[in-house]
């Protein structure tokens, strides 16, 4: 895209949350009726969701907005979280009291290799290789200061996917 004559703006969102698609509703279901919460690893690992609506304004301001041509923006929520504090908050949404438990990525590779083909499968293995790259956060803050768009905090997130 960069090399060709066609005028552009990239996007480059973090986790997309939303309440009728991708992993959240997953989460959500795992939070609720599974005996204990799996988080992959030691949980230390840092996301900053952003809920889709707010990616959808993004694009939607972007075909207006006078600066934004040629320019690749990161595109995160007003907050970033680690995983184990994402499961605490989710489960505090949800009123769930059921135990976390970490588990390694190499157990969990073997149950994604085993179970991703599965409709509504809690975990692919390409999720768990994203998932090992690092931090999923914002480095650069430019989307929100040119946009200055108000975002969805991740609590609110949570309510309105478990709602």
Known sequence: VRSSSLQY??????????GDGGVLPTFVRL?????????????????????VEDVAQY???????????????????????????????????????RPSVHVPVGLMRVQAALTEWLPGAPVTRDQLTMLELGDNVVADPSAVEVFQLPLVPLDEQLRRAVS
Not at 9 to 18: K, L, N, Q, T
Not at 69 to 95: C, D, I, Q, Y
């Open 9 to 18: 703006a990239i996007f480059r969102p973090s986790f997309v949350f939303g």
């Open 59 to 97: 694009f939607a301001h972007a075909l207006e907005h006078p600066g934004v041509l040629g320019r690749t923006f990161e595109l995160g929520g007003p907050e970033a979280t680690t995983w184990n504090g994402f499961w605490e908050r989710l489960k505090r949404v949800l009123g769930s009291r």
């Open 31 to 51: 939070a609720r009726l599974a005996p204990v919460t799996p988080i992959v690893g030691d949980g230390t690992r840092r996301l900053q969701p952003i809920w």
